[in-house]
T-cell receptor, first 110, second 117 residues
Framework: DAKTTQPPSMDCAEGRAANLPCNHS???????VYWYRQIHSQGPQYIIH???NNETNEMASLIITEDRKSSTLILPHATLRDTAVYYC???????????FGTGTRLTVIP | GAVVSQHPSWVICKSGTSVKIECRSL??????MFWYRQFPKQSLMLMAT?????????EQGVEKDKFLINHASLTLSTLTVTSAHPEDSSFYIC?????????????FGPGTRLTVT
């Protein structure tokens, strides 16, 4: 699986959009981009995933660059409950497991 | 989304004893489940892949005789930490792959915090 690079930490004001970047310059054509988050002392929570098109669901939007070498997770209106570690993971279709990097610790500030 | 539960949510045991942690997929059948371990301020590390009806596949460096995994049904996998020692104290998290969608979503349990005294 391709490696990902994320900033170790970010702050975001409550109510503003949180834009979390992820670099995956070695991603291959059959690898999806996944985002999970982990709130303190809980199991990771699935957020969204995509292959090459932008995706949106009730939690977030995922913007993938045209060359697929990077992506951005957008939380449109961050709340205090969005404070968590966000993991960007790339994985091949049909592959079993997920390998977690160090993620980005997002702190939403009142 | 799909629901995965773990039991217990936390456990304290004495050194030398064994502890069993259960992982259940509540609303789907999971042929494959995964066990992760997470030490404080670190990321999740995959320990093993559990396949229903067959032996688990362990990651390099994980002792299969110490961390016994059983996946006897499509909704239950268990992890037994045998002869636990204080260095086994950690946050253990299971996950299961939901085959009903694209087969790519993996859902996680809430985790079990093990403290060995």
């Amino acid at each position: 699986d391709a490696k990902t690079t994320q900033p170790p930490s970010m702050d975001c004001a409550e109510g503003r959009a949180a834009n979390l970047p992820c670099n995956h310059s070695t991603i291959s054509g059959n690898e999806y981009v996944y985002w999970y988050r982990q709130i303190h002392s809980q199991g990771p929570q699935y957020i969204i995933h995509g292959l090459k098109n932008n995706e949106t669901n009730e939690m977030a939007s995922l913007i993938i660059t045209e060359d697929r070498k990077s992506s951005t997770l957008i939380l449109p209106h961050a709340t205090l409950r969005d404070t968590a570690v966000y993991y960007c993971i790339v994985r091949q279709t049909g592959a079993n497991n997920l390998f977690f990097g160090t993620g980005t610790r997002l702190t939403v500030i009142p | 989304g799909a629901v995965v539960s773990q039991h217990p949510s936390w456990v304290i045991c004495k050194s030398g004893t064994s502890v069993k942690i259960e992982c259940r997929s509540l609303d789907f059948q999971a042929t494959t489940m995964f066990w992760y371990r997470q030490f404080p301020k670190q990321s999740l590390m995959l320990m093993a892949t559990s396949n229903e009806g067959s032996k688990a596949t362990y990651e390099q460096g994980v002792e299969k005789d110490k961390f016994l995994i059983n996946h006897a049904s499509l909704t239950l996998s268990t992890l037994t930490v045998t002869s636990a020692h204080p260095e086994d104290s950690s946050f253990y998290i299971c996950s299961a792959r939901d085959p009903r969608g694209l087969g790519v979503e993996q859902y996680f349990g809430p985790g079990t915090r093990l403290t060995v005294t």
